[in-house]
């Protein structure tokens, strides 16, 4: 056992690689996870460097391909892109609003060898989804590219992000998405930052309100067993421990943005300091093995107290890397959301902002998000 | 909710797709592919899951892999009903 300590630790293979096609996007979601920063369409990787990219994933060990943006079907290399991933053995996952999707390029897609396709829904009432996705026809639009994706017989997992506008609907966009067809479905409450973090008044539902929808997603977990599997990310704000963020940092996954700098998770860049290596310049092994960004949270050993000496330091690493930066000042303290952390209160405090909404106040106005794409035509 | 006893002996189980047995070259292992998930299979399963073509049934299954590894049949039996069982309920075998 002592020897084994002594001993560094080879940087575990990598399971998942995120790509972030592009940012381009038709919707607006207002609580989108992208930067504020958006990449540009001038800086876009090309399509032979996408290529390279996942070639080289799956040479280190990556075994999911998530195509994800803004809105990767605003890529017109798209379908080569995932006869690409098909050839170098990846399981491929498109996640996407459905905006750009045509009957005929889901075959395309599906002829490709595309394994899963993940659809987001903005709520379950169309007026209201097209206005929290800033436009028009969206909802139907999605209701089409689900019975494609079932036409063409590749899985389906909806996702639905959840906040004030649509709250009182959770537990109803699980039963819409066993109506679409879905296989799965992703019932995930808001994380405050980047776009959502603008739009935090807005967006922010009140404690009963998300007691009420917590409760009644997990009754259809149970009624649904067997049917549609649940996956259910509900505000951590109560909770006693923070989540492992990303599996571990450096751990599983990485993110490669449009203009291909690589990040261990997708809000990496709100943390000052970071050195984040490129594709162009570098190769995917390289930069999991090698670049500071990867390394810098990589492990247990830049952990501070109260981490550095508890048990639980293997398990959820600390909590999120982002989340003690933005509430303590500092990446490496123990994420505030655990019941240790001597900034525990400060989520607390977070937590009774949820108690001050007034439910019945309107959503205001949203700042939506921007880099609009053009939907091509039908 | 699917317990092993609801699955009858001539369902004839499959891979979904968008659910793919790999043998990882990286890791050395056979792994069970979905959406967001990975699985380890052991040896057992990955006996149990090559031969779900959905043409075989359940009881062929069961006889092939008896005589194969001349086990007691009521044994695999099981095996095979509650690896199905929790694969269905996870909706990565459909039966
Ligand atoms: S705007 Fe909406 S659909 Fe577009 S990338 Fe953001 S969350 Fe996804
Ligand atoms: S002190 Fe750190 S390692 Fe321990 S439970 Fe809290 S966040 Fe996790």
Not at chain 1, 98 to 121: F, K, N, P, W, Y
Not at chain 1, 259 to 280: D, K, M, Q, S, Y
Not at chain 2, 51 to 64: F, Q
Request: a neutral charge; hydrophobic letters at 40%.
């Amino acid at each position: 056992m002592n020897a084994r300590e002594t001993t560094p630790t080879p940087v575990p293979a990598p399971v998942g690689i995120l790509a972030e096609l592009t940012h381009r996007c038709p919707l607006g979601c207002p609580y989108c996870s992208n930067p504020i920063e958006l990449d540009s369409r001038a800086g876009e990787l090309d399509t032979e460097t996408w290529k390279r990219v996942f070639s080289e994933a799956a040479a280190a060990g990556v075994l999911h391909a998530h195509l994800s943006g803004g809105e990767p079907a605003a890529r017109r290399d798209l379908v080569e892109i995932v006869a690409h991933c098909k050839k170098v053995g990846l399981y491929t996952n498109l996640i996407t609003s459905g905006i750009g999707i045509t009957r005929e390029r889901m075959r395309e897609l599906a002829e490709a060898g595309l394994d899963h396709v993940q659809l987001s829904i903005q709520d379950a009432l169309p007026e209201s989804a097209d206005r929290i996705a800033g436009y028009k026809g969206a909802f139907a639009r999605k209701i089409d590219v689900a019975k494609w994706v079932n036409e063409v017989g590749i899985p389906l997992t909806v996702n639905a992000v959840i906040h004030r506008a649509n709250i009182a609907r959770a537990g109803r966009m699980v039963e819409f998405a066993v109506e679409l067809g879905a296989r799965r479905v992703e019932i995930a409450h808001t994380q405050y930052y980047a776009w959502a973090l603008a739009n935090r008044k807005a967006l922010m539902p009140s404690r009963a309100q998300v007691d009420k929808a917590v409760a009644e997603v997990e009754r259809l977990r149970e009624v649904y067993a067997g049917k549609i599997v649940v996956d259910h990310v509900a505000p951590d704000y109560y909770a006693k421990y923070p989540k492992a963020c990303m599996g571990g940092w450096g751990k599983r996954t990485l993110n490669v943005t449009p203009h291909g700098r690589v990040l261990p998770c997708h809000a990496a860049e709100t943390i000052p300091g970071l050195e984040f290596w490129n594709v162009r310049e570098h190769s995917v092994p390289d930069i999991w093995a090698n670049s500071p960004a990867f390394n810098a949270y990589r492990g247990t050993d830049w952990m501070l107290e109260p981490c550095r000496s508890c048990p639980r330091k293997s398990i959820d690493f600390g909590g999120c890397r982002c989340q003690a930066l933005a509430l303590t000042g500092d990446a490496r303290n123990a994420d505030p959301i655990c019941h240790l952390s001597p900034y525990h209160d400060k989520v607390a405090a977070i937590a009774a902002t949820f108690d001050e909404v007034d439910a019945n106040v309107p959503a205001s106005d949203y700042i939506y998000r921007t880099l609009k794409t053009q939907v091509p035509a039908q | 909710m699917s317990g092993a006893a609801a699955i009858s002996a001539d369902s004839k189980p499959r891979l979904p797709r968008g659910v793919h047995l790999k043998h990882d070259e990286t890791r050395g292992e056979w792994l069970l592919l979905a959406p967001e998930r990975v699985l380890k299979t052991n040896a057992i399963a990955v006996e149990i899951l090559k031969r779900c073509d959905g043409i075989a049934t359940l009881s062929e299954i069961v006889d092939d892999l008896a005589a194969q590894f001349k086990a007691e049949r009521a044994q695999i039996e099981t095996d095979v009903k509650t690896l199905l069982g929790e694969l269905a309920a996870k909706r990565m075998v459909d039966l």
